[in-house]
């Protein structure tokens, strides 16, 4: 089954509050309790508010569909070690990673990596954080042919009762730059319920909000075609 194949995915922009680590805490769920996916989740950001969920949720329940594991890419060589050894697992591995590339072990991800979830707000300060962001790593794979991660875009946290006319516009100038970058997911929009994740399981609203923009990327990474 494609689901059994090894993958590696990050979660990665240096632009802070864009819900990265809550997009890939409710993918996470996803993949593996609806999706029944092998699944590894690495927290690699310096914060550690994924590990830090998970032990929340540990005090509450002991039964949990797939194991988090902490760590740092201080050091480029164990980075790696660690990552070369992640590509001989079953399954998928998904990674939560810092929001700076000035991590010296972030290459290693990068150069791992079989995709990157890049997610994103319509606010000027964050299209040109994530436009800088797009831009190095495309600077780093000039440098580094083996990166060959595709981007996949997501608009996250989308309130549908804003914009104007203009701003609708602007927007679509937005996403049709980054597509030349990637590849663009259905948007997410701005819910409570997502704010609120665990590590255990989507609730029947969060399922709902984040389906399509989920079920997309899913057979993006596992090569499913919609009639499957």
Not at 49 to 70: A, H, I, N
Not at 139 to 147: F, K, Y
């Given at each position: 089954?494609?689901?059994?194949?090894n993958?590696?995915?990050?979660f990665?922009?240096?632009?802070?509050?864009?819900?990265?680590?809550?997009?890939?805490?409710?993918?996470?769920?996803?993949l593996?309790?609806?999706?029944?996916v092998p699944l590894?989740?690495?927290?690699?950001?310096p914060q550690?508010?994924?590990?830090?969920?998970r032990?929340?949720?540990l005090?509450?329940?002991?039964?949990?569909p797939?194991?988090v594991?902490?760590?740092?890419i201080?050091?480029?060589?164990n980075?790696?070690?660690?990552?070369?050894?992640?590509?001989?697992?079953?399954?998928t591995t998904v990674?939560?990673?810092p929001?700076s590339?000035?991590?010296?072990?972030?290459?290693?991800l990068l150069?791992?990596?079989?995709y990157?979830?890049?997610?994103?707000?319509?606010?000027?300060?964050?299209i040109d954080?994530?436009?800088?962001?797009?831009l190095?790593?495309?600077?780093?794979?000039?440098a580094h042919p083996?990166?060959?991660?595709?981007?996949?875009?997501?608009?996250?946290?989308?309130?549908?009762?804003?914009?104007?006319?203009?701003?609708?516009?602007a927007?679509?100038i937005v996403d049709?730059y980054?597509q030349?970058f990637?590849?663009?997911a259905?948007?997410?929009?701005s819910?409570?319920?997502?704010e609120?994740?665990?590590?255990?399981?989507n609730?029947d609203?969060?399922?709902?909000?984040?389906?399509r923009?989920?079920?997309f990327?899913?057979?993006?990474?596992?090569?499913?075609?919609?009639?499957d």
């Amino acid at each position: 089954m494609e689901q059994q194949e090894n993958r590696i995915v990050l979660f990665a922009n240096q632009k802070g509050g864009v819900g990265k680590t809550t997009l890939c805490g409710l993918f996470a769920n996803y993949l593996s309790v609806d999706r029944k996916v092998p699944l590894l989740v690495i927290d690699a950001d310096p914060q550690q508010t994924f590990s830090g969920r998970r032990k929340d949720d540990l005090r509450r329940q002991e039964d949990v569909p797939y194991v988090v594991q902490s760590m740092t890419i201080k050091s480029p060589e164990n980075t790696r070690t660690i990552m070369q050894n992640l590509r001989t697992l079953p399954g998928t591995t998904v990674i939560d990673t810092p929001g700076s590339l000035t991590q010296d072990g972030m290459l290693q991800l990068l150069i791992n990596a079989d995709y990157i979830i890049c997610p994103y707000h319509y606010d000027l300060n964050t299209i040109d954080s994530t436009r800088a962001f797009i831009l190095t790593v495309f600077r780093l794979r000039q440098a580094h042919p083996q990166i060959k991660a595709e981007f996949i875009f997501v608009c996250n946290k989308y309130d549908v009762r804003v914009g104007k006319n203009s701003e609708l516009k602007a927007w679509k100038i937005v996403d049709e730059y980054f597509q030349k970058f990637g590849i663009l997911a259905p948007r997410v929009g701005s819910y409570a319920d997502l704010e609120r994740y665990n590590t255990i399981g989507n609730n029947d609203k969060v399922a709902k909000h984040t389906k399509r923009c989920f079920d997309f990327i899913y057979k993006t990474i596992y090569n499913i075609a919609d009639n499957d």
